[in-house]
């Protein structure tokens, strides 16, 4: 099968973010321990993960080039999270899953128009509310109340969009 260069970008992005995710979430559980609220949000990761590199070997799209990078950044991310406590790391989780859910409007925004691509406008819209889902997650569980919050949230989503700007392209 043949696509887009968009839709290209969009996959190659959403695999990087999953990847991001599944490597916060090791971190965190390394950590914490399995947390039953992260051991769910990590789950549903590794299932947005599998549907996404399936998308990406179905559409012969690669990777970013800045794969290893994210990995052991997102790890680095997740651990200094988990290291700061608890709501720390759900502070983490409420701040990647805000881009998350903003970028994901994004890409629904820009395909809802394409019938050709309905079923990926159908995965990235579940996809989206799962993420919001686990935002709402981090917030019971006190996210918000983390110790410097508002720092670690402007870096976290600094991070986050840096990670995406380049993933759609590179």
């Known amino acids: 099968m043949v696509c887009s260069q968009q839709i290209k ?12 995710a599944r490597q916060i979430y090791r971190a ?16 549903q990761e590794e ?15 690669k990777p970013t080039i800045f794969q290893p990078v994210w990995h052991v950044m997102s790890y680095a991310i997740g651990a200094a ?7 720390a790391a759900h502070a983490c989780t ?8 903003d970028h994901y409007q994004q890409q629904i925004d820009s395909i809802a128009n394409l019938p050709e691509h309905q079923p990926l406008l159908e995965i990235i819209q579940k996809f989206q509310k ?7 997650i981090a917030q019971e569980c006190g996210g918000r109340e983390a110790p410097g919050y508002e720092l ?9 969009k ?9």
């Open 9 to 20: 970008s969009i996959l190659r992005v959403n695999h990087a973010g999953e990847l991001g």
């Open 130 to 136: 799962e993420e919001d889902h686990h935002k709402e």
């Open 152 to 160: 670690l949230e402007k870096i976290v989503k600094g991070i986050c």
């Open 81 to 87: 999270t988990a290291l700061m406590g608890k709501k």
């Open 28 to 43: 965190q559980r390394k950590i914490l321990g399995d947390d039953p609220d992260i051991v769910l949000m990590a789950n």
């Open 94 to 101: 409420i701040a990647v899953e805000e881009v998350i859910v």
């Open 47 to 61: 299932e947005h993960l599998k549907k996404f590199t399936q998308l990406m070997i179905q559409n012969n799209v």
């Open 162 to 170: 840096t990670a995406i700007k380049i993933s759609k392209k590179l």
